[in-house]
């Protein structure tokens, strides 16, 4: 079975500093990796994902994350904040045979402040 | 754009009450999913379904039944509410894979927080 851990329950950041939000997985088995981001009062939205190919992966919103099968990482990552990237962000993975069956990490909640 | 509506923002109920919660979408997917939402906890799918009628336990559906009478509908059954109960329920819908190793996104609706009194 599958397992994610988000470092940080919470990362303050001033607005236009960089930022990492850190995951790590555990699977005996080759993965899919998921961001998701969930602004206040809204559900989830995709924020990029990591399928096969080059492990450094775009998102929406400027954010990139880069996955790193020896080190079972997919650390999230912004150059320039801004107040709007508020927000509890998910990292979550699923089995390449269950591609549908996702298994969500604690979420990192990001405050942006000015 | 696909769109996933849930029946209700907010809900409060007491102990002991039959609780529905609805789901809706409206992209002919065939997959759809219950999660349950505690903070410290992320995500916990509770029931998810692949077809009319049909349905699979995810990690924590005691306490929980679901119904699918519709494609496009899921429901969410809390026999006998509990206040361990009391959290945010997101449910989200996708296409079914194409074969192994198939993948495509789940969407999610906003969600309803329940409150068991």
């Known amino acids: 079975a599958q397992s994610v851990t988000q470092l940080d329950s919470q990362v303050p950041v001033f607005e236009e500093a960089p930022v990492e939000l850190r995951c790590n997985y555990s699977s005996s088995v080759s993965v899919y990796l998921f961001w998701y981001v969930q602004y206040p009062n809204q559900g989830l939205q995709l924020l990029l994902k990591?399928?096969?190919?080059?492990?450094l992966v775009k998102g929406i919103n400027g954010f990139e994350a880069e996955f790193n099968k020896s080190q079972t990482s997919f650390h999230l990552r912004k150059p320039s904040v801004h107040i709007s990237d508020t927000a509890e962000y998910f990292c979550?993975?699923?089995?390449?045979?269950?591609?549908?069956?996702?298994?969500f990490g604690a979420g990192t909640i990001l405050r942006v402040k000015s | 754009d696909v769109k996933v509506t849930q029946s209700s923002r907010y809900l409060v109920k007491r102990t002991g009450e039959k609780v529905f919660l609805e789901c809706v979408q409206d992209m002919d997917h065939e997959n759809m999913f219950w999660y349950r939402q505690d903070p410290g906890l992320g995500l916990r799918l509770i029931y998810f379904s692949y077809d009319v009628k049909m349905k699979e336990k995810g990690d924590i559906p005691e306490g929980y039944s679901v119904s699918r009478e519709k494609k496009e509908r899921f429901s969410l059954i809390l026999e006998s509410a509990s206040t361990n109960q009391t959290s945010m329920y997101l449910c989200a819908s996708s296409l079914s894979g194409s074969g192994e190793g198939s993948y495509n996104e789940q969407f999610f609706g906003p969600g309803t927080r329940l409150t068991v009194l």
């Open positions: 990591y399928l096969s190919g080059s492990t």
């Open positions: 979550a993975v699923s089995e390449i045979e269950y591609g549908n069956k996702l298994v």
